[in-house]
């Protein structure tokens, strides 16, 4: 006995009041259970588990003082011979993002109720793990278990592309995962650079988030640091110009993927620059954030010209995905009160606008066939109540006011304005660019001429998806000081810590 079982008992113990169990093992054990449950209650089966999920994730939110520096999930008391801790908790930011998560995986398994899909094993299984993957991904407090759990991600969303894309997938999932692959290479190197203490003073004492913060870097070696983070969640993002991967992958993959994709892993990364990347190595920052907010700039303007060239509708949302997340980059790196509470509203509105915009296409393509927009047309008349889901999404897509868009963008826009005004009104572009390819998109499917085709309205799933979007978008545009004062004390805490532990570059 050399006192690993102690040590995994200990584990165990150190979840404070089984939290961690509830927001980790819920994913888990229905996945788990999954492979015995019988294929014709496989939906409502899946649909149980989205409820549990993100109740409990909503229970969380409702106790969180946001006040509270950070709640501890799991802290033992000792760290394995490779620097693993096993530490796991949250903050406002955090939290936000795991009420994001279940929120949307709930919403990607109500969208799918009535396909086909609903009642295969697999995709359930992979829906699950994929939720389980990234709560672990948001809730870690170790750099090695962050890069665990952002690894592990890369499986669930790959297989339902795999087994459930469409024909011709195969090259574009193999870009995405040598992409992705390399891209976590990347930063697992600068993970160990910064705990062996490889240009910093001493090396440090483990993997958890306030050792490797402790580590002070020079200038030089923080930059290579700073660059390993930004390659991984450059990729992910997708950021110009490593996003080549991104059209052709959400093309081809089913509904769901491509709501995973978009809603959700691109949001991890965003995430890390947050968490991981600016804190560990803030002493890079000042060189490295005129060339993010340049290649950010590149990325809006670019793939907004290209959403609005398209014919494939999908196609179109797909680089329009890359034109909004550009905005959000730059507005984390600013690394200010303002642009930081946008680029978090923003992160919100993006998965809401993404879950809607991707069931509109496949409702869409499901019942025509067709994704080409000018084979399209006459829709609304068919379909009055899919038409005014479809153009609130739309709308919100382009940031009016009163949607949850409007105030993310005016407060990114306007740090990036302050930042350089010549830049700032080319990002700002985004405005006129996103309101081309959107109404577009809208008009020619809604109101082209009419085609020759039976076009069914929403089902049940379908409109209540629709309707939980678009009240959330709303009540965020309305009152988007309900996320602002949320997160506001943990950002704080951590510009001031960031700032307390790394303001002296050796």
């Not at 995405?176 to 160990?192: K, Q, R």
């Not at 978008?473 to 506001?488: E, R, S, T, W």
């Amino acid at each position: 006995m050399d006192g690993r079982w102690y040590r995994w008992f200990d584990l165990v113990l150190s979840c404070q009041n089984l939290k961690a169990l509830e927001l980790l093992i819920i994913p888990c054990l229905f996945a788990l259970i999954a492979l015995v449950i019988p294929r014709n209650a496989m939906r409502y089966y899946a649909l149980i588990g989205g409820v549990v999920s993100t109740v409990v994730a909503l229970v969380h939110a409702m106790y969180f003082i946001p006040t509270t520096a950070y709640v501890s999930l799991v802290d033992p008391q000792w760290t394995t011979t490779f620097g693993l801790t096993y530490k796991m908790g949250y903050d406002g930011i955090s939290l936000l993002m795991v009420v994001l998560t279940n929120v949307i995986t709930l919403l990607i398994l109500l969208s799918n109720f009535n396909k086909e899909l609903a009642s295969n094993r697999m995709f359930t299984i992979m829906v699950f793990f994929m939720q389980l993957a990234l709560l672990g991904v948001f809730l870690s407090m170790d750099g090695l278990l962050f890069y665990i759990f952002w690894e592990i991600t890369l499986i669930p969303v790959f297989l339902i592309a795999l087994w459930f894309g469409n024909p011709g997938r195969k090259p574009a999932l193999i870009k995405f995962f040598i992409y992705t692959f390399v891209g976590s290479l990347a930063m697992l190197l600068a993970l160990m650079a910064i705990k062996m203490g490889i240009g910093g003073q001493a090396e440090a004492v483990s993997f958890a988030w306030a050792d490797l913060m402790a580590v002070q870097l020079t200038s030089c070696s923080a930059c290579w640091i700073f660059g390993g983070f930004l390659f991984a969640f450059a990729v992910k993002i997708p950021l110009f110009p490593f996003h080549t991967w991104q059209p052709d992958t959400y093309t081809k993959s089913p509904m769901a993927g491509t709501m995973l994709l978009s809603a959700l892993m691109l949001k991890m990364a965003l995430y890390g620059m947050i968490r991981w990347m600016i804190p560990l190595a803030p002493e890079a920052l000042e060189s490295m954030e005129l060339p993010i907010i340049i290649l950010a700039t590149i990325g809006v303007v670019y793939a907004a010209i290209l959403a609005i060239k398209q014919n494939d509708i999908k196609r179109t949302f797909a680089f329009a995905s890359i034109s909004h997340v550009g905005l959000i980059a730059a507005g984390i790196v600013l690394w200010n009160m303002d642009a930081m509470s946008g680029a978090l509203i923003q992160m919100l509105n993006h998965s809401m606008v993404a879950v809607g915009l991707f069931l509109a296409v496949d409702i869409i393509e499901s019942r025509t066939g067709l994704r080409e927009m000018d084979q399209l047309g006459g829709i609304a008349k068919q379909a009055p109540k899919f038409a005014f889901m479809f153009g609130v999404i739309g709308l919100a897509s382009i940031s009016v006011p009163l949607t949850s868009g409007f105030i993310g963008e005016f407060l990114l826009i306007r740090g990036v304005y302050s930042y350089n005004w010549i830049i700032g009104l080319i990002i700002g572009s985004t405005l006129v660019f996103g309101a081309v390819y959107t109404l577009r998109a809208y008009q020619l499917s809604m109101y082209g001429p009419s085609k020759n085709f039976n076009f069914p309205d929403l089902a049940w799933n379908e409109w209540l998806v629709f309707f939980v979007l678009m009240v959330v978008i709303v009540i965020l545009g309305i009152c988007p000081q309900l996320v602002i004062d949320f997160v506001a004390p943990s950002v704080t805490r951590l510009f001031e810590y960031v700032e307390s532990s790394k303001n002296i570059a050796l």
